[in-house]
Structure formats: C-alpha cells, structure tokens
C-alpha cells in the first residue's frame, strides 16, 4: 500500500482546499422588487423577461 513519504504542509493542504468552497447563489432583483434566481419565474409576481407567466394569490382572484 502507498503511503506519504512526507507531509503535507498548512499551506499546502490550504491551497488544496481554496477550491472546495461553497458556491453562493446568483441572485436578480425582479421588477417588483423581490429577490430571484436568474433564468426563473419570480415566485412574487409571476413574470418572467416582463410577461406573466404564474397567477399569484391577488391577481388570481
């Protein structure tokens, strides 16, 4: 079986690491206001590129 001749630095091992973040979720601000993913409906108002697209509880009445 293999086994390390030697080991591995801090920094070594940091450097190793710096790409294993976590991602941080893009976000758009919608034309209502509200915060969105990009390329998804908004799930306040229903419009996606300034057409509707879901009927939301207010205008669905």
Same mark, same amino acid.
């Given at each position: 079986? #293999?086994?390390? =001749?030697?080991?591995?630095? =801090?920094?070594? =091992?940091?450097?190793?690491? %710096?790409?294993?973040?976590? #991602?941080?979720? %893009?976000?758009?601000? *919608?034309? *209502?206001? &509200?915060?969105?993913?990009?390329?998804?409906? *908004? #799930? %306040? *108002?229903? $419009?996606?590129?300034?057409?509707?697209?879901?009927? $939301?509880? &207010?205008?669905? #009445?």
């Amino acid at each position: 079986m #293999a086994v390390p =001749k030697k080991r591995k630095s =801090k920094s070594r =091992k940091g450097m190793r690491r %710096a790409n294993q973040r976590v #991602a941080i979720p %893009a976000v758009v601000f *919608c034309s *209502c206001g &509200e915060p969105t993913r990009p390329h998804t409906v *908004c #799930a %306040a *108002c229903g $419009t996606y590129k300034g057409r509707q697209f879901l009927q $939301t509880g &207010e205008r669905a #009445a």
